[in-house]
């Protein structure tokens, strides 16, 4: 069974950094598509990052401050975010799905989410 595990989260000011981490257990990333994203109060949980094989996608509103990227080794997917502002507060959930190409959609396995809040 897969498990997720993110950690990471916390509270930051605008314009700092954080790295979140997910723990994958009982499964590969090789041939899966794994993904961040996020859902803040009272708005739909939507993509930020996600990674499948050796492509990458980004939301428009974090390209050129967030980085994907993984360990295979560890079994483990980041999410570097940087330059971080205070619409970006959210709880940040890592996911996975079957296959490669599997951009988008809510199906797949979650974790439980991070809390990632960003103070002006």
């Known amino acids: 069974q897969v498990q997720l595990v993110e950690s990471g989260g916390g509270l930051v000011q605008a314009g700092g950094s954080l790295r979140l981490s997910c723990a994958a257990s009982g499964s590969s990333f090789s041939f899966n598509t794994m993904g961040w994203y996020r859902q803040a109060p009272g708005k739909q949980r939507e993509l930020v990052a996600a990674i499948s094989g050796s492509s990458t996608k980004y939301a428009d509103s974090v390209k050129g401050r967030a980085t994907i990227s993984r360990d295979n080794a560890k079994n483990t997917l980041y999410l570097q975010m940087n330059s971080l502002k205070p619409e970006d507060t959210a709880v940040y959930y890592c996911?996975?799905?079957?296959?490669?190409?599997?951009?988008?959609?809510?199906?797949?396995?979650w974790g439980q989410g991070t809390q990632v809040t960003v103070s002006s």
């Open positions: 996911n996975q799905k079957l296959g490669l190409g599997r951009w988008y959609g809510i199906d797949g396995v």
